[in-house]
């Protein structure tokens, strides 16, 4: 698990203990149990270590990475976010494995995404 995923989860557990223990005692309250009580609800996505080598996946993990509707609700562009399409990618890549993935994309798109890159981060301090 990565260091930012490992805090990310850290964070949640924490809120969901704060949720648990919060009171709805005044009407500023109420809204603040509300919110403690969806992120109670939250579950976080377990981590995918993507490999180059396809790897199996099972129901929990599909389900908090996959939306439940597939939507074009941007104008053309699937789902609602960016977030959350990059997150369905990462399911197939993940299930896929890089080599297949990679196979699909042709040569001079990886080699043109390299270039720029290598030359980005030689211009950045």
């Not at 805090?7 to 924490?14: H, Q, R």
């Not at 509300?34 to 995918?48: F, G, K, Q, S």
């Not at 001079?108 to 030689?122: D, Q, R, T, V």
Request: charged share 30%; proline share 6%; with cysteine.
């Amino acid at each position: 698990m990565s260091d930012t995923h490992d805090s990310f989860t850290k964070a949640v557990e924490k809120l969901k203990k704060v949720a648990r223990e919060l009171e709805p005692t005044n009407e500023e309250n109420k809204e603040w149990c509300n919110l403690a009580n969806e992120i109670d609800n939250m579950d976080v996505a377990p981590e995918l270590v993507l490999k180059m080598q396809p790897q199996l996946l099972h129901y929990d993990i599909t389900s908090k990475y996959l939306p439940q509707k597939w939507e074009m609700p941007r104008g053309g562009r699937l789902l609602y976010s960016d977030r959350e399409l990059l997150e369905a990618l990462k399911l197939i890549i993940f299930n896929s494995g890089v080599k297949n993935t990679l196979d699909l994309i042709p040569r001079e798109l990886i080699e043109a995404y390299l270039h720029k890159k290598e030359n980005s981060s030689k211009e950045s301090p």
